[in-house]
Structures are given as structure tokens and as C-alpha cells.
């Protein structure tokens, strides 16, 4: 099954939740829980912490799946919404918390290492890589730290070791160049 | 803060700045308020979900524990038997609404519904059990035809963490029996045991007292009645 097709029955199956039906969550589940897990993993730098998150997503998704609009949204960048809404809210709550990540912001930089992920589009994401690609380093790194570690400019700022103003002025101009050049 | 022309006013950004997650927990609720109300701010933080969604393909996918899935089952389920079960006998909005406008009357309404409810019912009790000055913390009634006995939280009462609701019943010059425990959150129905359906009659005292979870470990209450009242017929 191509990808475009599995992602077609991904939203069907939203689409079956919506209606109640439980089997359609667990084949949800089976086909997207892993890639939340590590998303929610790489959030939070804590496994048990991200299995609370993770039960609080789906159930999320058990209540709300008739929001899903599969004209507006792929339902993976929908499931993956929920998933980091989720985890960013519980890192903010635990303030008192700051562990720091599993890895270093500079090793997430490493696009082209993961595999071909049939949860989104190919196409898009090709696009977005291209677009990083045409930020300086320090300003996709930056983006993608925040993307994938949920942190706030504060903490961005504190471990590129740059004052606030400095991280929040190469984020704010990162993402001016990434609009303009992904709705080229 | 910045020396770039471009860069302008805070809320320019504050959809990108939503969806990469670099916003203070307070920024975060006023772009959640602003999405709620706001088409073409909801429209700018849709375009950046799905731009951005591809940066977690670098994400490496971590398998979860089997007891995952086994949790969020348990939890539907529970979601289902509360769905279920729901009615006006559920509905604590509804409850506390009359519980709290006039309590008598409350008491008055409960056992109605429960004589309606069973109409071989014989007269049933009722009570309104009155916390800390005077306001009604619980009301509950009994229907004598088949021993079940329903308390309703007219207050918002809640236990300490580490802490459980306990209910007894006192018959007049007897020591306190319990009825098991109580939910301070919904209404909760309680069968009594046959061997103390007798003396659950008027002049009876219910009362609630703080215990630990579980219950009173020594079968008499341990912690402070928070909560009495007598049972009296309608």
C-alpha cells in the first residue's frame, strides 16, 4: 500500500472513532503510537511521564475526533498537534522540573538520517527541508530544537548561550524566510 | 529588541510562535483564547501545523509498552459506564442546582423521585446532612422498599489528597455503622446491609466523616465528621 493510501485509511479510520467505534482507535493507535511515544519522549525526557501524555492523546482523540477535517488537515500533522499541545502544556506546568533533554538541541539537525515516514506527505516535507535548508545553521537549528524539544525562548536562548532578544530575533526572521519560501 | 525592521509586533508571531512551542505557558492560553475566536489566526496556526509537521520526522519513533493501550481501554471503559449511566440521578448540576436553592425542598424533590421511582415504595427517609455552618454538605435519601439509600453532594467538598469520604449511620444511642464510602464529586447509591435496613429510620443520624483511603481501618470513624444530619420521613 502506497503511502497517500495509508493515509487515506488513516483518516477514515478518525473518521470511524468520531462515530465510536473503539476497534477504529486501535487501529489509529497501532499505526501512530510510536511515532507520538518518541515525539512525546523527546518533549518531555521522561518515558513514564510520555505514557500518561500518550493515554491523555488518544483518549483526546477517542473525544474529539470528529474535529478532525480531513479537508483542512493530513491526521497525522492533526495527531501530532495534539501529541505536542499535550506534552509543551505538561513541561510548562512542571516548571519546578528542568531536566534537561536526552540529547544536545545541535544533534537533532539530522534530516536526512530518519526513514521514509509514510505518515506525511513526502512531497511536503521535502518542501520544509528545503526551506530549512535555505535558513543559515544557526537559525534551523534553532527552529528545529524548538520544534522537537518543545522549548521556550528562554531556555533556547540559555543553551545556544546568546541573550533572549538574539534567539527570538534569529527564530522571528527564520520563520519569516520559511513562509515566504513555503508558500513559493 | 531587534534590529530588524521585519520584525514588528509580537502577535505577528504568535501563531508560528504557537505551533514551534517556544511560548510561556500564559502565551500559550492567550493564543488558545485567540484561536477559539479568531478564523485567520486559527487559518495561520493551521498552515504552520501542517508546514511544521514534517520537522518530526526527525523523530526517532519509540515503541510504547503494552500497558499503554491496556490504559486507555480501562479508561474507556469507565468513560462508557459513566455514559451509560448517565441520567438525572447523575447529573450533579443537577442535584447541587435544587440541593442548593432550598435544601428542604431538595430533600423533598429526591424523595419524591424516589417514591415516583418505586411506587411500592413505603414512605421514604430523607435527610440533609449539614457541614460546617449550617450548609447543607450532603442530602441523601432512603428507599425503604429495596434498601438503597442515595447521597448527593450539595457542596463542593473535597477530600485531601490521601483521604476518602466515609458514611454512617448512627442509630439512636448505637455507635456509628458504616455505609461505605462516598463520592464528593457525584451522587452515589448505596445498597445498606440487610441486617441494618431496620434500624435506618427516622431519628437516625448520617453522617460523613474524613478517612483514609480505603476507609476507617478500625470500623469506627477515625477522622472529623465533616457532615450530620437526621433521617426523617417525607
Given at each position: 500500500m502506497d503511502a497517500e493510501a495509508r493515509r487515506r485509511e488513516l483518516a477514515a479510520a478518525i473518521a470511524r472513532v468520531a462515530g465510536g467505534d473503539r476497534a477504529a482507535l486501535k487501529l489509529v493507535y497501532d499505526a501512530t503510537s510510536a511515532k507520538l511515544f518518541g515525539i512525546l519522549i523527546r518533549i518531555l525526557s521522561d518515558r513514564s511521564e510520555a505514557e500518561d501524555v500518550l493515554q491523555d492523546v488518544y483518549l483526546t482523540v477517542w473525544q474529539?475526533?470528529?474535529?478532525?477535517d480531513a479537508a483542512r488537515a493530513s491526521p497525522m500533522t492533526w495527531l501530532i498537534a495534539i501529541a505536542r499541545n499535550r506534552a509543551i502544556d505538561r513541561l510548562r506546568s512542571s516548571a519546578a522540573r528542568r531536566a534537561e533533554p536526552?540529547?544536545?538541541?545541535?544533534?537533532?539537525?539530522?534530516?536526512?538520517?530518519?526513514?521514509?515516514?509514510?505518515?506525511?506527505s513526502e512531497q511536503e516535507r521535502g518542501r520544509l527541508e528545503l526551506c530549512l535548508a535555505e535558513l543559515e545553521a544557526h537559525q534551523s537549528a534553532a527552529i528545529r530544537a524548538a520544534f522537537i524539544d518543545g522549548l521556550t525562548y528562554e531556555t533556547l536562548a540559555a543553551r545556544a548561550g546568546v541573550p533572549l532578544g538574539t534567539m527570538k530575533s534569529w527564530i522571528r526572521r527564520a520563520l519569516i524566510k520559511l513562509r515566504a519560501c513555503l508558500t513559493r | 529588541m531587534s534590529d530588524d525592521p521585519t520584525i514588528e509586533r509580537d502577535e505577528d508571531f504568535a501563531a508560528a510562535e504557537y505551533v514551534l512551542g517556544v511560548l510561556s505557558a500564559k502565551d500559550r492560553r492567550a493564543a488558545e483564547q485567540r484561536l477559539a475566536r479568531d478564523p485567520a489566526f486559527a487559518n495561520e496556526v493551521a498552515f504552520w501545523e501542517e508546514r511544521l509537521a514534517g520537522v518530526a520526522a526527525g523523530v526517532t519513533p519509540a515503541p510504547a509498552p503494552e500497558r499503554a493501550w491496556t490504559r486507555i481501554e480501562a479508561a474507556l471503559a469507565r468513560g462508557a459506564q459513566r455514559q451509560a449511566s448517565r441520567g438525572v440521578w447523575d447529573s450533579l448540576a443537577f442535584w447541587r442546582g435544587f440541593a442548593l436553592a432550598a435544601s428542604a425542598l431538595a430533600a423533598a424533590c429526591l424523595a419524591g423521585l424516589i417514591y415516583v421511582g418505586s411506587a411500592v415504595s413505603p414512605s421514604p427517609l430523607l435527610a440533609r446532612l449539614d457541614a460546617e455552618g449550617g450548609k447543607a454538605g450532603f442530602v441523601a435519601a432512603v428507599n425503604t422498599g429495596d434498601g438503597s439509600l442515595t447521597v448527593v453532594p450539595a457542596a463542593l467538598l473535597a477530600p485531601a489528597a490521601q483521604q476518602a469520604f466515609e458514611l454512617w449511620l448512627i442509630p439512636p444511642g448505637d455507635k456509628p455503622h458504616s455505609l461505605g464510602l462516598i463520592d464528593p464529586a457525584r451522587p452515589v447509591t448505596i445498597r445498606v446491609p440487610k441486617d441494618l435496613l431496620k434500624q435506618v429510620a427516622r431519628e437516625a443520624v448520617l453522617a460523613v466523616s474524613v478517612e483514609p483511603p480505603g476507609g476507617s481501618p478500625t470500623g469506627?470513624?477515625?477522622?472529623?465528621?465533616?457532615a450530620n444530619g437526621k433521617l426523617a420521613s417525607l
Open positions: 474529539k475526533a470528529d474535529a478532525f536526552i540529547e544536545a538541541a545541535g544533534e537533532v539537525a539530522d534530516p536526512g538520517a530518519s526513514a521514509v515516514d509514510w505518515l506525511q | 469506627a470513624p477515625t477522622g472529623p465528621v465533616i
